[in-house]
């Protein structure tokens, strides 16, 4: 088949006004940025976690829908790095922000607009894309506050857009990624409209149980924890034997010193334990199959300023 009579079949397989492009989410640390995306995206792609800092990589969302697919870029959040591994976060960032269509800066309604805001609305504003300003976490003040926020963040820039939502409660999700839409380009979808993220499964896993691993945990902990998977393959059934076979996952939990594998253990293993029943469920649901999960709790020294390490994890 000629490249002329592909091209003919793919337009006449998608709307004349279809757009699609990338929409890079950007928001200082705990703004609400993977929760957002979620919501957007319908299923869960993105840890999330009360601890700044959560993202650790730039994770791809896809929302396909009958006029257009917005592609989301999920950031790490920009702070001052103070390892090698803050460093290529920030790199991550810069990256992801090169090419992209919009942006949505991530504003949390229940916190002042404060110089974090402000440096990365400069960073954004050098970029040749309308920016959303998207509100979030509206749930949490009330609608004469709202008000108040929404005045502020009209008085800091010339926004595309001011969205506030909230993405625990579904609140102006869909408006937001209409919105979001119509300022993409004119073009066929960027991938098939039943992706929902472009990480493998096996990214996916290793922050599933990462999440379940920072839950709880404060202070410097949450960004000494690394999660790598070792194994992950479906058991072996005996002949004749009709059930679902169950997937065999082996994971190693990466920590910095030994008093912080302790906690991540806790008294008696109590805590790993809770961690993976936590993590399991979280992976039986997005595999849709019954799981076997081994884990181990090791110590990399210093593995943030690793650069073997932090190219074992992908940066």
Not at 68 to 73: D, F, S
Not at 154 to 161: D, G, V
Not at 255 to 271: A, F, H, L, M, Y
Not at 304 to 312: A, C, M, N, S, V
Request: with cysteine; aromatic share 4%; hydrophobic share 40%.
């Amino acid at each position: 088949m000629s490249e002329k009579i592909q091209e003919q079949q793919l337009v006449q397989q998608w709307p004349a006004a279809y757009r699609s492009g990338f929409v890079a989410i950007v928001g200082r640390p705990n703004a609400g940025k993977s929760t957002l995306i979620n919501a957007l995206v319908g299923e869960k792609i993105a840890i999330t976690a009360n601890q700044p800092e959560t993202t650790r990589k730039v994770i791809r969302g896809i929302v396909s829908r009958e006029s257009g697919q917005l592609v989301l870029v999920d950031t790490p959040g920009l702070h001052r790095p103070r390892t090698l591994l803050g460093q290529r976060l920030n790199d991550l960032v810069a990256d992801a922000l090169s090419d992209v269509d919009a942006v949505a800066l991530c504003l949390p309604a229940d916190e002042k607009i404060g110089p974090g805001d402000r440096f990365l609305l400069e960073k954004v504003a050098k970029l040749d894309a309308p920016i959303f300003a998207v509100i979030t976490k509206i749930d949490k003040i009330s609608r004469e506050e709202l008000a108040q926020k929404l005045l502020a963040v009209s008085e800091i820039f010339e926004f595309a857009q001011i969205v506030p939502v909230s993405a625990q409660k579904g609140e102006q999700i869909k408006l937001l990624e209409q919105l979001m839409i119509q300022q993409m380009p004119l073009s066929p979808p960027l991938y098939p409209d039943s992706a929902v993220t472009d990480e493998s499964v096996e990214s996916r896993i290793a922050e599933l149980i990462r999440e379940a691993a920072l839950d709880g945990v404060r202070d410097e902990l949450p960004h000494s924890i690394a999660v790598v998977i070792e194994d992950f393959e479906e058991r072996p059934m005996r002949k004749g034997d009709s059930r679902t076979a169950l997937i065999d996952i082996r994971a190693n939990i990466y920590v910095e010193r030994d008093s912080q594998k302790g906690i991540v253990i806790g008294r008696g293993g109590q805590r790993l334990k809770q961690v993976g029943v936590k993590a399991r469920q979280g992976i039986e649901e997005l595999l849709g199959r019954k799981v076997y999960l081994d884990m181990r709790v090791k110590v990399a020294k210093e593995w943030q300023k690793d650069p073997k390490f932090l190219g074992r994890l992908g940066f």
